[in-house]
């Protein structure tokens, strides 16, 4: 199994971001991925998680209304589109395939939001 994110830089606040993660190893249709973030000094916290379907998404209050999470199994790929972007996002973004008898997790991009 194997998980890359892409996407993550510096916005202004109020800005947009879209990070992508690309998925391989595994049959990606059948499972949930989420995205999750750790900023400096917090504990990591899930954002966003869709069904393997991509028909159900759930997600963390904090990024309610903000946040959507996509997925496109044709590529095996997910998606989370960040708008209006606060320095309390300021993290770094985690792609996952959490909640079997493993859990793999990518190596994380870096989302830095300020002015």
């Known amino acids: 199994v194997q998980l890359v994110e892409s996407g993550g830089g510096l916005v202004q606040p109020g800005g947009s971001l879209t990070l992508s993660c690309a998925a391989s190893?595994?049959?990606?249709?059948?499972?949930?991925m989420r995205w999750y973030r750790q900023g400096p000094g917090k504990e990591r916290e899930l954002v966003a998680t869709?069904?393997?379907?991509?028909?159900?998404?759930n997600y963390a209050d904090s990024v309610k209304g903000r946040f959507t999470i996509s997925r496109d199994n044709a590529k095996d790929m997910v998606y989370l589109q960040m708008n209006s972007l606060k320095p309390e996002d300021t993290a770094v973004y985690y792609c996952a395939r959490t909640g079997g008898l493993r859990s793999f997790w990518g190596q994380g991009t870096q989302v830095t939001v300020s002015s």
């Open positions: 869709i069904a393997g379907t991509g028909l159900s998404t």
């Open positions: 190893g595994f049959t990606f249709s059948s499972y949930h």
